[in-house]
């Protein structure tokens, strides 16, 4: 379903931030992308989503398909209408609205009134907590509700295929274990999922394939039992020794 080959990735020009990236998600899948701070994780999902552009990055060579559809050349909304929807590091959920305006404004990509409310069941079933709080302004949920709104917030427009950048940043070991379920619920209910995260233990928990970046390159890619037999993986990632 999705991808990605040779992707070179630039911002201006003094920085190469991807050199050549070759990975695939399928239908049915989970991939977790792993790799340390500025390995090019978040460059690799802007990319997808189409958000490059806004960051000042360009695609210098490769490709991202969808279902075959190249998408290197399109805007993030046309994106999100194929049904790749992203969630972007730091929880951007729009404080100032409460939860059900945050909701409401996911829901504006969804392709049909049926499908907006499918959608919206199958948020209220996954994150009860926001029901309960869909009159609170955002900004006023706890971190693990707000990265909650923004993963609901994706939902709402009915994603076939999720990305999620880092949904584990700054929270407590129980609520990124709740987190790491609820990723796993989705992927069941039949929404692929690229999870990039720094907390391996979680992401190879949930994942069913991931790769490892390094300095903008694929260093290790197979499934998630394969990379937690491997020794660098365990070393670099789990702590191991
Ligand atoms: P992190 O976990 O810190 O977000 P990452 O693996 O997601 O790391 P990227 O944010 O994709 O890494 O960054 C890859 C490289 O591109 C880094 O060298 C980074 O400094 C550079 N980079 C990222 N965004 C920009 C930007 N807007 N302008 C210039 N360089 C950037």
Same mark, same amino acid.
């Given at each position: 379903?999705?991808?990605?080959?040779?992707?070179?990735?630039?911002?201006?020009?003094?920085?190469?931030?991807?050199?050549?990236?070759?990975?695939?998600?399928?239908?049915?899948?989970? &991939?977790? *992308?792993? #790799?340390?701070?500025?390995?090019?994780?978040?460059?690799?999902?802007? %990319? @997808?989503?189409?958000? !490059? $552009?806004?960051?000042?990055?360009?695609?210098?060579?490769?490709?991202?398909?969808?279902?075959?559809?190249?998408?290197?050349?399109?805007?993030?909304?046309?994106?999100?209408? &194929?049904? *790749?929807? #992203?969630?972007?590091?730091?929880?951007?959920?729009?404080?100032?609205? %409460? @939860?059900?305006?945050? !909701? $409401?404004?996911?829901?504006?990509?969804?392709?049909?009134?049926?499908?907006?409310?499918?959608?919206?069941?199958?948020?209220?079933?996954?994150?009860?907590?926001?029901?309960?709080?869909?009159?609170?302004?955002?900004?006023?949920?706890?971190?693990?509700?707000?990265?909650?709104?923004?993963?609901?917030?994706?939902?709402?427009?009915?994603?076939?295929?999720?990305?999620?950048?880092?949904?584990?940043?700054?929270?407590?070991?129980?609520?990124?274990?709740?987190?790491?379920?609820?990723?796993?619920?989705?992927?069941?209910?039949?929404?692929?999922?690229?999870?990039?995260?720094?907390?391996?233990?979680?992401?190879?928990?949930?994942?069913?394939?991931?790769?490892?970046?390094?300095?903008?390159?694929?260093?290790?890619?197979?499934?998630?039992?394969?990379?937690?037999?491997?020794?660098?993986?365990?070393?670099?990632?789990?702590?191991?020794?």
């Amino acid at each position: 379903m999705l991808s990605v080959r040779d992707l070179q990735v630039r911002y201006g020009r003094s920085v190469a931030a991807l050199h050549g990236v070759d990975l695939d998600v399928s239908p049915d899948g989970v &991939l977790a *992308v792993l #790799g340390s701070n500025g390995a090019g994780k978040s460059t690799l999902l802007r %990319t @997808v989503s189409g958000t !490059l $552009r806004m960051h000042r990055g360009s695609v210098s060579a490769g490709e991202v398909r969808y279902d075959g559809k190249p998408l290197t050349k399109l805007d993030p909304a046309r994106i999100v209408g &194929l049904g *790749v929807v #992203g969630v972007p590091e730091g929880r951007q959920v729009f404080a100032r609205m %409460t @939860v059900e305006e945050n !909701l $409401r404004a996911g829901g504006i990509g969804a392709r049909s009134p049926e499908q907006r409310a499918a959608a919206r069941k199958r948020v209220d079933e996954l994150f009860p907590v926001l029901s309960e709080r869909a009159k609170q302004r955002a900004g006023l949920l706890s971190g693990g509700e707000q990265q909650m709104l923004a993963i609901g917030r994706a939902l709402m427009s009915g994603p076939r295929l999720l990305l999620l950048d880092e949904p584990s940043l700054g929270l407590a070991p129980k609520i990124v274990e709740r987190i790491g379920d609820i990723i796993r619920e989705i992927h069941e209910q039949g929404t692929a999922v690229v999870l990039v995260e720094q907390n391996a233990v979680m992401a190879l928990r949930v994942a069913d394939h991931a790769i490892v970046l390094e300095v903008g390159r694929v260093a290790l890619a197979g499934t998630t039992a394969e990379l937690v037999a491997s020794e660098e993986v365990q070393r670099l990632y789990l702590g191991g020794h």
